[in-house]
Each structure stands twice: as C-alpha cells, then as structure tokens.
C-alpha cells in the first residue's frame, strides 16, 4: 500500500503539527518529573521506548498488525484532540493528540516491521497523560471517602477498635488519616500505566488489552485497601511508629507488586501460540 505521506509534504506536515506540539511536550516532561501523582511516567516511558528500540533491532519475520488504523484515521483523531484541546485549553486532549499525531507519522513514513514495533510502546503513552486536575481532584475525593468507608469497615468487622469520622480513622493512641495520596488514584494511574506496558510485551490482543486495562482499576482499589488495612493493624499492635515510614512504603510496593503478578499472569497465560514476542 502506498502512503501519501511518502513525499516531502507530508513530511513537513507531520513536522510542523510536532513542532506546533513543542509547548504540550515539555510540559507534559514538567509533569512526569515534578509531579508526585505522576513519579512512574519517566520509568514507564522509558521502558517502552526501550521495548520499542528492541522490537525496532530484531525486525520480526512476522508482522503484528492488531493495532492497525489507517492513516487518515490517526489523522482525523490527532485533529479533533489537538484541535478541542486548543480551544479549551486542556492539555490532556492535546497531548493526547500529540500521541496521535506520533501515531500518524509511524503509519504515513514507517516499513511495516518498523509500525508493527512501535504501534504498541506510542499507544501505550496515552495511560501516562496526567488527568485534567479538575476530574483528577473530584475523582480523588471519591475515592478518599470510599477507601476511609471500606478500610473503617474491614478493621471494625475484625475486631480492631476504631472511630471513623469522614476520612479521620482514630484508633486508641493513633489517628490516621486517608489523605489524598491514600485514595487510591496514585495507584490507580500507576496500575493502568503498568497494564498497558504489561500488554505490549505480552503482544496481546485489543480484546485482553481492555481487558487488563479493565482489571487494573480494581487491583489497585483493592492493593490500596490492604494498605489502609495492614497499617491500621500495624498501628493497633505496634504502635504509630510501625505505620508510618519505610514500613508503610513497603506495604504500598508489596501490595502494587501483587497487583503486577496478576497483570502479568492475566497477559501472558491468554498468549496464543501465534502470538509475537
């Protein structure tokens, strides 16, 4: 198939649509390295450019196509995000149109083993665009109030005395308090981004792709649960210091580490035989 983009005017459209970008870029780069919501975005990108490079060396005889879109297609997508993200000023929508555009010159100037390498690794960048902060706050407070409910609930019905008072958990001696680097949303921004990068390297299909896209929000609702739970009990029997500090960072990596194992499980175990690597 013959790409129109294979002549110098498509090559200076495409340049002139990243270099209109420039601005969205770095301030996406600002995010990923001064937000703290965000402190995973530098190591995921990272590695799927590497998976990228990877897959770019080895040129597989085979070519993946599971992602394919015509260009017109990553065309139309990157016009309606940039464009919508320009007139309200939104940076998520355009830097989401950013990825699209990434998207549309893989597909105007790449050879097919070079699309099939990246087509996943650009995809993928899209679980890394922080959130429009005013659906990141109202989502925040939701899950604030539902991880205070649901932690109070679990530690009452196993006998650890406590009183909850909105996000206030008061146990004898102690309080604890579900602020909101506690809610949950950390976690579940990590836990998408690690679904998607889990996908590319698994090479599985758009159907599973959803699928652990899907059960990435309730593993990391679930792993920051546990957290609440396992330091409330830690500051039931060992006192406040025991929930606090290097020892409640280590629940949060085990609890996001049981979270990866099953990614990974659920990816790799629906591998086909055919399936690239």
Known sequence: ?????KCLPGLLAVAV????????????????THDPNYSHGLAMAGLLLAVGLWRSWRRPSQVDERYLLPWWGWGAIAF?????????????LQRWGAVAIALLLLELQATAPIRSAWRGPLLALVTLVPWPYVVYYAVT?????????????????????????GNLLTFPGYRLEVVEACSGLRSLLAMT??????????????????????????????????????????????????????????????????GAIVLGWVAFSGRSKGELS
């Open 1 to 5: 198939m013959r790409y129109p983009g």
């Open 17 to 32: 649509a990243l270099w209109l970008e420039g601005p969205v870029l770095a301030g996406w780069f600002v995010d990923l």
């Open 80 to 92: 309606v995000l940039s464009a919508a993200g320009l007139l309200s000023s939104n940076d998520s």
């Open 141 to 165: 407070a939701r899950l604030q109030s539902f991880s205070s409910w649901a932690a109070a609930a679990v530690l009452q019905l196993s006998g650890v005395p406590l009183v909850r008072s």
């Open 193 to 258: 981004a690690l679904a998607a990068l889990v996908a590319v390297l698994a090479r599985v299909s758009a159907r599973r792709t959803l699928l652990l896209l899907l059960l990435a929000v309730p593993l990391a609702l679930v792993a920051n649960l546990l957290r609440l739970v396992v330091t409330g009990y830690a500051a039931q029997l060992g006192g406040p210091a025991q929930a606090e500090g290097v020892f409640h960072m280590a629940e949060g990596l085990f609890t996001f580490g049981l």
